[in-house]
């Protein structure tokens, strides 16, 4: 589960650097990454990282975090997302693997 906090300015449920870098290319991890509770809404409301839920939801999506818990203000704004090019379909496919 990835942490409500932020490394260096980027809150960690959207931070590629941690999420994929170490956790995944670096120490080989294959399972999966959660949020506790609308973390991809936090990146907007709460850290103010990105303007949008569609941006929330695709900046965790591109760090590496596969599934958001909590409300679906944020994952229901993926297509949003795929539609703008935020994302792709291929990164929801990942997560969902």
């Known amino acids: 589960m990835c942490s ?3 490394l260096n300015g980027v809150p960690t449920c959207g931070n590629k650097g941690l999420l ?11 399972g999966f990454v959660v949020s506790d509770y609308d973390a991809w809404v936090n990146l907007k409301t709460t850290h103010h990282y990105v303007e949008t839920f569609a941006q929330a939801a695709a900046a965790g ?3 590496g975090m ?25 990164a929801v496919a990942t997560a969902l693997r």
Not at 20 to 30: E, H, I, M
Not at 69 to 78: E, F, K, M
């Open 20 to 30: 994929t870098t170490v956790l995944r290319d670096t120490w080989k991890w294959d």
């Open 66 to 90: 596969d599934q958001e818990g909590g409300s679906t203000r944020a994952i229901d704004q993926l297509a949003a997302a795929i539609a703008r090019n935020m994302t792709t379909p291929a």
């Open 4 to 6: 409500y906090n932020s």
């Open 61 to 63: 999506l591109n760090a």
